[in-house]
């Protein structure tokens, strides 16, 4: 019998993007997934890479130094990075290049 696991454990984590558009600093969090936890100080233009698994949600707490006012909760299956193949782009090797 299979015990009883988590749809996350099951889960490919994403590559998110993140741009501290504010001249505030910002802690952002991943609180909602468990046995994981995820917290990073953002600074005003900073931007960051992070990966996370599509149900995770990216709270951004904005504020002063003493204090930090909740300001967003943002899917990080919205923040995703969505990599583009150019037609361009040779996806399959040639004959001439596999003998080089």
């Not at 741009?19 to 991943?30: L, P, S």
């Not at 969505?82 to 399959?92: F, G, K, Q, R």
Request: with cysteine; aromatic share 10%.
């Amino acid at each position: 019998m299979l015990n009883k696991l988590s749809t996350f454990e099951f889960r490919q984590p994403i590559l998110c993007y993140y741009a501290n558009v504010t001249h505030k600093i910002q802690v952002v969090r991943i609180e909602n997934i468990p046995n994981w936890y995820f917290e990073k100080v953002v600074f005003p233009g900073q931007r960051m890479m992070f990966e996370a698994l599509p149900e995770a949600v990216l709270e951004i707490h904005t504020g002063a130094v003493a204090s930090a006012i909740l300001s967003d909760k943002i899917s990080c299956y919205v923040l995703r990075v969505i990599e583009e193949v150019s037609a361009d782009t040779e996806l399959a090797v040639s004959p001439e290049r596999r003998a080089a």
